[in-house]
């Protein structure tokens, strides 16, 4: 029979036993620090995926901003051009409005004459006045000689649908009964340039 004596201090003794020995809270350490790597590992994957994708992100927001810069600066020319354009409207407009539309109104004249024509003896235009910041019509009287009363009253209801006047005014005729002629008078309030031809 053998015996066998541990000569070894007790402290070393126990050591060697506990390095032994199943323990369970090292193994509880060990995997809580395996995890703690493990999701520690993980988060900084996915937080630098993040941080390129919000990089992208901020990439195309600001092409996004600048285009919508660029859009806004070429709106504001168009607006700048546009008002420049309206004021030179504005003012023509003005000014088409001040004169009277004498072509217009010698071309209804002539283009509504039947085919026998009419006598004209005198054609005069007279500007409308203001008064309390409304404006009179301008106005055209035509006095001529016609053959018949019949030729005078077409040529008064042609003249009405001319587009050019706004009515059309036979206040006197008189007949001579040496030449058997008609003399007339129509006055014919005009309409503004703009109205022209409109129903």
Known sequence: MKVRFDLRPAGLIEKERQKKKFNFMKVIAVFLMGM???ASGGYIVVMTLNLLMLRDEVQTRENLVSGLDMERANLNRQ????RAQERVFIETLRIMNEDMPTIEVLNALESNMDIYGI???????????EARGVKEPDMVELTGLVASDKQIVDYSDRLRTSGVFNDVRLPVTTLNERTGMISYTLQMPVKEIGDINKP
């Open 79 to 82: 607006v700048t051009e546009l």
């Open 36 to 38: 703690f790597f493990l």
């Open 119 to 129: 006598g004209f003896n005198t054609l005069k235009f007279t500007q409308g006045r």
